[in-house]
């Protein structure tokens, strides 16, 4: 118990272990994940469909976290928060721009050729998680509720209060005390490592759309200087997000 007590006091570890766990719980799907998986239609549903499984553990985890740690987190109302709302709309919608033009383009092949080919996102989109895979109307419920609250809140929460709270203060002042790093304070080394970041940790499929939503996400938080408005911006997004998925079922974006 008093060990709990020291790291709940430790800033930098409320900053970093949320995002942690979640990465964690990501690689351990990877693998474990892959293996269990089993595309039969006498398997579990846990088996047919990992993620169903993963993802609401993982949810769950990293609330238990975030809770653990939550008086560190600097959450100030201003009314700059809205320049969050307008960016998160503006930055998902260059996300969502390649696969709007796959179909609008009429591709049909899943791999666009020519010039097509080296933009990222230029796909269909449709393989992914789908709570649709449930006849059952509750365990449908279920699995749509816990996935929103997974990609609106939870994920909104980790990388925001790692990537813009820790990251870049860290950057400014590694070797002293990066907490007295004003939060939003610009410089070009935060800019490209967090951006670039930012960016590798998503599928390769999504860098481009990473790297315009980070750079947008980045001026948001030099801008208002509001770790809120920046969490508010990516909670906009991945609901705008998760609303196109479901109305186009393009389960492959969230």
């Known amino acids: 118990m008093e060990q709990l007590k020291v790291w709940r006091e430790n800033r930098t570890y409320a900053y970093v272990a949320p995002f ?5 719980f990501n690689l351990i799907y990877q693998f474990v994940g892959e293996a269990i998986l089993w595309e039969h ?33 600097e959450f100030r ?10 960016a998160g709309f503006v930055g998902i ?28 996102g230029m796909a269909p989109r449709t393989e992914g998680f789908d709570p649709g895979v449930f006849d059952n109307p ?13 990609a609106i809140v939870i994920v909104s929460l980790v990388e925001e209060i790692f990537w813009r709270g820790f990251l870049m203060r860290f950057l400014l002042d590694m070797d002293g005390n990066y907490w007295k790093v004003p939060f939003g304070k610009p410089a070009w080394i935060s800019f490209l490592i967090v951006t670039f970041a930012f960016m590798l940790a998503h599928a390769p ?5 990473a790297l315009i939503y980070g750079s947008i996400a980045y001026g948001v938080t030099v801008w208002t200087r509001s770790l809120l408005a920046v969490v508010v911006m990516h909670g906009v ?7 196109y998925a479901m109305a186009y079922g393009k389960y492959g974006l969230w």
Request: charged letters at 10%.
């Open 20 to 24: 942690a766990v979640f990465m964690i």
């Open 77 to 86: 109302w201003s009314n700059k928060v809205w320049i969050g709302v307008f």
């Open 237 to 243: 997004a991945n609901a705008t997000m998760a609303a």
């Open 93 to 120: 919608a260059f996300w969502l721009l390649p696969t709007t033009l796959y179909d609008h383009l009429g591709m049909t092949s899943g791999k666009p050729d020519g010039f097509f080919a080296s933009l990222h």
């Open 205 to 209: 499929i999504d860098w481009l759309g």
């Open 138 to 150: 509750a365990a449908y419920w279920a699995s749509l509720i816990l996935r929103l609250f997974r």
């Open 41 to 73: 239609d006498n398997a579990p549903w846990y088996q047919h469909w990992p993620e169903q499984l993963f993802y609401p553990i993982q949810t769950v985890v990293c609330l238990a976290v975030l809770a653990f740690f939550w008086k560190h987190y």
